[in-house]
């Protein structure tokens, strides 16, 4: 059974500091590219931050360059995000994606929320 699961949202102050985790199970995580996308309140959901099969390939969006750093473990099959201050537009509902790029097929998690807040 096929499974992302993320975790270590919450709520945090304006410049504080949150990593996100998401465990994957139930596929060969080494092969995929991974994902994080967001979905803030009444908007759409977007792009943050890939990484390639190996980790030596990684892109984020404008708005969270210099802050945010995906990372992942593939021994631990886990995908990372590191989240460094944190502004109140960065609260969302975060994603982990996982794409097979050869096939175009791809899992989601179940999302973990993130409140940036004073």
């Known amino acids: 059974q096929v499974q992302l699961v993320e975790s270590g949202g919450g709520l945090v102050q304006p410049g504080g500091s949150l990593r996100l985790s998401c465990a994957a199970s139930?596929?060969?995580?080494?092969?995929?590219?991974m994902y994080w996308y967001r979905q803030p309140p009444g908007k759409e959901r977007e792009l943050v931050a890939r990484?390639?099969?190996?980790?030596?390939?990684?892109h984020y969006a404008g708005s969270v360059k210099g802050r945010f750093t995906i990372s992942r473990d593939n021994a631990k099959n886990t995908v990372y995000l590191q989240m460094n201050s944190l502004k109140s537009e960065d609260t969302a509902v975060y994603y982990c994606?996982?794409?097979?790029?050869?096939?175009?097929?791809?899992?989601w998690g179940q999302g973990t929320q993130v409140i940036v807040s004073s």
């Open positions: 994606n996982a794409l097979y790029a050869l096939t175009g097929n791809g899992y």
């Open positions: 139930g596929f060969t995580f080494s092969s995929y590219a």
């Open positions: 990484i390639s099969t190996a980790g030596g390939i990684t």
